[in-house]
């Protein structure tokens, strides 16, 4: 049976992270819930066009958890604070009312007084097990993030929202800089290599010291979503498509959905390539990011198999 979707009443509220020197906080009010079909703002060229990470960079804005600064850049090479990181996290995991109630909590933080921005997220954080207090009962939130400590966070996160958890050693980790992992942090790192969220460089090192610039934290964020099953609003095989009417049909575990999608704003991609439209076909299997606020109009597909 073919049905035409209904408005999803949720709301979504999402950040952005960071990389070296100074960062931005950017955060998107969540949408009131529309039932009639918005249209996209049109894809314009941006500064993260091109970039290596634009598939995921554009998936995190059609998704409603980014947005840029004011003169439309995103600028994937800032820093990520550590505060930006766990935000970035949580609201993607929907846990945004949760941190607005730890708001009113009294901080654990010696550094995070209640006024702070952060300050229902880094409460929650702690109160879920993702961070501790450093030395002086501190979480020195507008520190850079490094990759170490980006792992430790997102493999917790894993572990608290689904995935499982295996004991590694640096030993076993297949990177040339392994023994420079902390070792508070090697579990997490040899989890999420488990998983396939992390790789090495080109030189085959893990650079546990590094900053993480505002792409890398984009991506993780997207693999983490991957890993727990919640990276796409709908996924199924194109049955059909009126180009015509801006409509497809997906079959979705034996069920037909019939999605609306603008020709002119959707944003397509397969295997990192951003296409137009008619890439779209009959035969293809894709997921697929409702336009914020909605279900139903497509903002962003991805081809997953053609």
Request: aromatic share 8%.
């Given at each position: 049976?073919?049905?035409?979707?209904?408005?999803?009443?949720?709301?979504?509220?999402?950040?952005?992270?960071?990389?070296?020197?100074?960062?931005?906080?950017l955060v998107?009010?969540a949408?009131?819930?529309?039932?009639?079909c918005?249209?996209p703002?049109?894809?314009s060229?941006?500064?993260?066009?091109?970039?290596?990470?634009?598939?995921?960079?554009?998936?995190?804005?059609?998704?409603?958890?980014?947005?840029?600064?004011?003169?439309?850049?995103?600028?994937?090479?800032?820093v990520?604070?550590?505060?930006e990181?766990?935000?970035?996290?949580?609201?993607?995991?929907?846990?945004?009312?949760?941190?607005?109630?730890?708001?009113?909590?009294?901080?654990?933080?010696?550094?995070?007084?209640?006024?702070?921005?952060a300050?229902?997220?880094?409460?929650?954080?702690?109160?879920?097990?993702?961070?501790?207090?450093?030395e002086?009962?501190?979480?020195?939130?507008?520190?850079?993030?490094?990759?170490?400590?980006?792992?430790?966070?997102?493999?917790?996160a894993l572990?608290?929202?689904?995935?499982?958890?295996?004991d590694?050693?640096?030993?076993?980790?297949p990177?040339?800089d392994?023994?420079?992992?902390?070792?508070?942090a090697?579990g997490?790192?040899?989890?999420l290599?488990?998983?396939?969220l992390?790789?090495?460089?080109?030189?085959?090192l893990?650079?546990?010291?590094?900053?993480?610039?505002?792409?890398?934290?984009?991506?993780?964020?997207?693999?983490?979503l991957?890993?727990?099953?919640?990276?796409?609003?709908v996924?199924?095989n194109?049955?059909?498509?009126?180009?015509?009417?801006?409509t497809?049909?997906?079959d979705?575990?034996?069920?037909?959905?019939t999605?609306r999608?603008?020709?002119?704003?959707?944003?397509?991609?397969?295997?990192g390539?951003?296409?137009?439209?008619?890439a779209?076909?009959?035969?293809?299997?894709?997921?697929?990011?409702?336009?914020?606020?909605t279900?139903?109009?497509?903002?962003?597909?991805k081809?997953?198999?053609?």
């Amino acid at each position: 049976m073919t049905r035409f979707a209904t408005p999803r009443w949720r709301e979504r509220r999402t950040l952005i992270p960071a990389a070296v020197g100074t960062l931005a906080l950017l955060v998107i009010d969540a949408a009131a819930l529309c039932l009639y079909c918005p249209r996209p703002a049109a894809a314009s060229p941006v500064d993260w066009f091109g970039h290596w990470a634009e598939q995921e960079i554009a998936y995190c804005f059609r998704r409603g958890m980014v947005t840029g600064y004011p003169d439309d850049t995103f600028r994937p090479g800032a820093v990520c604070s550590r505060s930006e990181f766990v935000v970035l996290l949580l609201r993607a995991l929907g846990e945004e009312e949760q941190a607005r109630t730890m708001r009113r909590v009294a901080s654990s933080f010696a550094d995070v007084p209640l006024s702070h921005w952060a300050g229902g997220y880094l409460e929650l954080a702690f109160a879920l097990g993702l961070i501790s207090p450093g030395e002086g009962q501190t979480a020195a939130p507008q520190a850079p993030l490094t990759r170490s400590e980006m792992a430790v966070v997102a493999a917790k996160a894993l572990a608290r929202f689904g995935c499982g958890w295996q004991d590694v050693s640096s030993a076993t980790l297949p990177f040339g800089d392994a023994v420079q992992i902390p070792r508070e942090a090697v579990g997490s790192v040899g989890q999420l290599h488990a998983l396939g969220l992390v790789a090495g460089d080109e030189k085959g090192l893990f650079r546990p010291n590094d900053f993480v610039s505002r792409g890398e934290a984009v991506v993780m964020s997207v693999r983490i979503l991957q890993a727990l099953g919640k990276l796409w609003d709908v996924e199924g095989n194109v049955v059909s498509v009126d180009k015509a009417n801006g409509t497809l049909v997906l079959d979705t575990l034996g069920e037909r959905l019939t999605l609306r999608y603008w020709p002119d704003t959707i944003l397509v991609y397969r295997s990192g390539r951003r296409l137009n439209a008619d890439a779209i076909a009959p035969g293809s299997r894709v997921g697929v990011v409702f336009t914020k606020g909605t279900f139903g109009t497509v903002s962003y597909a991805k081809i997953i198999t053609r």
